[in-house]
């Protein structure tokens, strides 16, 4: 189970670690970068808080069964999106009661709206919801990535938490996107065989 190995929580400052001790609610985004199906579990079981999970859900219903069993055993509770618009409401409730949502940002679903940032030299379509989500609920995304440390031990690095204003336009969320991009970056650089390129 992802949560049961040991981590090692590295964030830049204090500051960004206080916020997850805050009890207010808030977005995590992260990336198919190393243990990502990590990151909430090991938030929910460390910072004791409730983690949602947001992702489209999969084709299959036999496949999306036992990948949601998986993750509701290691503490998080999965809610699918992309279906229809209210598909989001559970994340909006979840958030203004104090909760963390987690979502992944380095892949746009077919047909979404999205937002094109720059990326290693080139260009990273990422889903628009989450910043809309963070700006409607008020809340801070913080981009957080779990590398593989070693057997069953994974180290948690984020920072460049982006607060949006309340009525976010297309630039305030091309910029949220593009501050969040530079933080994937910088760790795919870091770690350039970790992270899972689906272009």
């Known amino acids: 189970r992802p949560s049961s190995g040991r ?34 579990p090991l938030l929910a079981r460390d910072f004791g808080r409730p983690v949602l999970v947001a992702m489209q859900a999969e084709a299959d219903a036999g496949a999306r069964a036992v990948h949601d069993a998986v993750r509701t055993r290691s503490g998080v509770r999965v809610v699918h999106v992309g279906r229809h618009p209210l598909d989001a409401l559970p994340l909006l409730h979840h958030l203004r009661d104090g909760g963390i949502v987690a979502v992944q940002l ?27 989500l963070a700006s409607v609920a008020r809340v801070p995304l913080v981009p957080v990535f779990v590398r593989r440390a070693g057997y069953l031990r994974y180290e948690l690095r984020g920072g460049g938490t982006v607060v949006l204003p309340e009525r976010a336009g297309a630039a305030d ?27």
């Open 106 to 132: 380095d892949r746009a679903a077919p047909g979404s709206r999205s937002v094109d940032v720059p990326f290693l030299g080139g260009r990273l379509s990422m889903p628009e919801g989450p910043f809309s």
């Open 173 to 199: 969320l091309a910029a949220a996107a593009a501050r969040v991009a530079a933080e994937l970056e910088r760790s795919v650089r870091a770690c350039p065989t970790q992270w899972f390129d689906f272009g």
């Open 7 to 40: 981590a090692e929580r590295r964030f830049r400052d204090d500051e960004l670690r206080a916020l997850f001790r805050s009890g207010g609610g808030l977005i995590v985004g992260t990336a198919h970068f190393g243990a990502w199906d990590a990151a909430a």
